[in-house]
């Protein structure tokens, strides 16, 4: 029996569809040091696979799209989802780091479902301001995820090893396809006869490139996303390698950064419909800012310590919760007939500024907590501008 649009469950049933990215990465954190040890690789090796699941991740986002504007949201969820247990499974029984690294970039591509369609859906069944509204709450609830799966995560490795973060991707990835099968509801009435074709995609696609609203939103929504991947990609190496956190114990460390994401999105989903989008995403910016610069003034005169980098890393991800879902619904807000492209593109280019920052962090890694600062520093700074030229110069004037 499908839920009904707009109810409690579907809400629940597409934040944990949505969840599935920062599972997929937060799981394994506490692990990573181990994989480098595993497979005698080196830090940037072991951070590949982080990147190379965003780069896959930000691919597929491409695809999935406009497959859901032609097909519906329903078929193409769980293609990716019966996509992404099969390369759990691979992922699993990695031999080598490259095998690991090509294995999260096919599980990446059935991921890569989970945000584009379940923001396509909400689109569908809210509208532009609504979406905004539960985007946020949304995104609040889904903070649990990043926040306890580093806790379970380190826990596993701490008991089982490494592979069994995979293992319980897999679980993961096998209730969601079951839970999508049972209970999703078609919700795309818009479907589009020509969404596939080459001379639409690209119509569709050069529009959007050329909209100064969704670009200044998408640049925007991307580079506060590559502050809070800079951190992900580099949390484990800084905090259990540089300032010696036990794997045990990476986790709450982690859950206190996510907590300020969750706080962000809890102030973006009350006060939004007041405020309105492009204030929200003006004050996240600016918060986001101000963090990094304390971050990375603290990382170079206080003491090492993990405190001095969990504390004004909790500030940046209180911004990025500012910015995300207001970011995210003014992108695809205005583009009902092509809802899912409009996703598709938001999050390829989400994904591949977040990806490269994570490279960023592992190839400059020295063994402080410097180079991951400096990169959420310059993720920051970039962010304003982008908001600035591409958002509020793009007002309607009246």
């Known amino acids: 029996m499908h839920l009904e649009p707009k109810s409690k469950g579907l809400a629940v049933l597409l934040t944990a569809l949505v969840a599935i990215g920062p599972v997929s990465t937060d799981l394994y954190l506490p692990s990573l040091p181990a994989v480098v040890r595993a ?3 080196d830090v940037a090796s072991a951070q590949l696979t982080l990147s190379a699941f965003m780069f896959g991740f930000g691919l597929m986002m491409l695809v999935f799209g406009p497959l859901s504007d032609r097909f519906g949201r329903r078929p193409v969820l769980l293609g ?4 992404y247990g099969l390369a759990s499974i691979f992922c699993l029984f990695a031999s080598s780091i490259d095998m690991l690294i090509l294995g999260r970039f096919a599980q990446a591509m059935g991921a890569a479902c989970g945000p584009v369609l379940g923001r396509a859906v909400v689109r569908d069944v809210y509208g532009r301001e609504g979406a905004a509204r539960i985007l946020s709450y949304m995104a609040s609830a889904m903070a649990l995820a990043p926040a306890v799966a580093p806790i379970l995560g380190g826990f596993l490795e701490t008991l089982f090893g490494w592979r069994s973060s995979f293992m319980a991707l897999v679980g993961y990835g096998a209730a969601m396809l079951l ?10 009435q818009h479907r589009d006869d020509a969404a596939l074709s080459p001379s639409r995609l690209l119509a569709n696609m050069l529009a959007l ?3 100064r609203r969704f670009m200044g939103y998408t640049l925007t929504l991307g580079f506060s996303f590559a502050g809070l991947f800079s951190f992900i990609s580099g949390s484990s190496f800084v905090l259990i390698g540089a300032l010696g956190v036990a794997p045990g114990n990476f986790g709450f460390c982690f859950a206190a950064v996510v907590a300020g994401y969750m706080t962000g999105s809890l102030i973006s989903g009350r006060f939004t419909r007041r405020l309105g989008l492009d204030r929200m995403i003006g004050l996240g910016a600016l918060l986001g ?9 603290l990382v170079l005169l206080a003491p090492p310590h ?3 980098v969990v504390v004004p890393v909790s500030l940046v991800f209180l911004s990025v919760g500012l910015v995300l879902p207001n970011a995210s619904a003014g992108a695809i807000g205005p583009f009902p007939q092509m809802a899912g492209m409009a996703s598709s593109l938001m999050g390829f280019l989400q994904t591949g500024i977040g990806a490269l920052a994570g490279v960023l962090v592992g190839h400059l890694h020295d063994g402080s907590a410097l180079p991951m600062a400096l990169t959420i520093l310059a993720a920051s700074v970039l962010c304003l501008p982008a908001y600035g030229w591409l958002v509020v110069r793009a007002r309607p004037i009246g």
Request: no cysteine.
């Open 289 to 297: 800012l101000l963090s990094a610069l304390l971050l990375v003034g």
């Open 80 to 83: 990716g989802m019966f996509l």
């Open 306 to 308: 993990w405190a001095f």
């Open 39 to 41: 497979f005698k690789t």
């Open 179 to 188: 839970a999508l099968f049972a209970l999703l509801p078609e919700t795309n």
């Open 209 to 211: 490139l050329k909209d």
